[in-house]
């Protein structure tokens, strides 16, 4: 079954940029969806379609898809923005999704 | 507003079965998948499968099929997971969240099921 990649962890500084990154073979032929999840609570959608924003979303977080990697970026990072972020992979030939492992993120 | 209200947090014994629900209102719940993702303790999420409640079409993640049945009853917009026979490597909160074909846009606040004998 289909597989995606994310490093365990990711630090920044505040006000600096963070790139998250999700591999996977081919990623660039399907959609790629970003999570955001802080500490005891549900995750939240912070990208969608590689590198829509929900309505709601900062301006600070962007997406991109292409060849093998997918990229979740972070502008000017907060303290705010420290969490578990997830890549997750939509295949719309078969109706199936897949998750990356995960990344925590640090700012500090 | 976009709500999924799942049921609450359950305590079971190894080989007991479970059904959790998880309802959804301020939209139309028959024009979109629900999609129920695990989270065990300490880990990530891993996505378990979809029911598009209009006509009860469900699809499985390889890891999960065989293992739960994803359910819907779209006259109480509600969507359902359920176990036959539980295990303590089950013990894990579960979300439901709408699923946009694709993006799991709104996601209730999970239920906990703990498999302790």
């Known amino acids: 079954s289909y597989e995606v990649t994310q490093p365990p962890s990711v630090s920044v500084s505040p006000g600096q940029t963070a790139s998250i990154t999700c591999s996977g073979d081919?990623?660039?032929?399907?959609?790629i969806c970003w999570y955001q999840q802080k500490p005891g609570q549900s995750p939240v959608l912070v990208i969608y379609e590689d590198r829509k924003r929900p309505s709601g979303v900062p301006e600070r977080f962007s997406g991109s898809n292409s060849g093998n990697t997918a990229i979740l970026t972070i502008s000017g990072t907060q303290a705010m923005d420290e969490a578990d972020y997830y890549c997750q992979a939509w295949d719309s030939s078969t109706a199936s999704g897949v998750f990356g492992g995960g990344t925590k993120l640090t700012v500090l | 507003e976009v709500q999924l209200v799942q049921s609450g947090a359950e305590v079971k014994k190894p080989g007991e079965s479970l059904k959790i629900s998880c309802q959804g209102s301020?939209?139309?719940?028959?024009?979109?998948?629900i999609g129920w993702v695990r989270q065990m303790p300490g880990k990530g999420l891993e996505w378990m499968g979809i029911?598009?409640?209009?006509?009860?079409?469900?699809r499985y993640s390889p890891s999960f099929q065989g293992q739960v049945t994803i359910s819907a009853d779209k006259s109480i917009s509600t969507a359902y997971l359920q176990w036959s026979s539980l295990k303590a490597s089950d013990t894990a909160i579960y979300y439901c969240?709408?699923?946009?074909?694709?993006?799991?846009?709104?996601w209730g606040q999970g239920t906990l099921v703990t498999v302790s004998s």
């Open positions: 081919k990623l660039e032929d399907k959609y």
């Open positions: 029911i598009y409640p209009g006509d009860s079409d469900t």
């Open positions: 301020g939209y139309t719940f028959t024009n979109y998948w």
């Open positions: 969240a709408r699923h946009d074909y694709g993006p799991l846009d709104f």
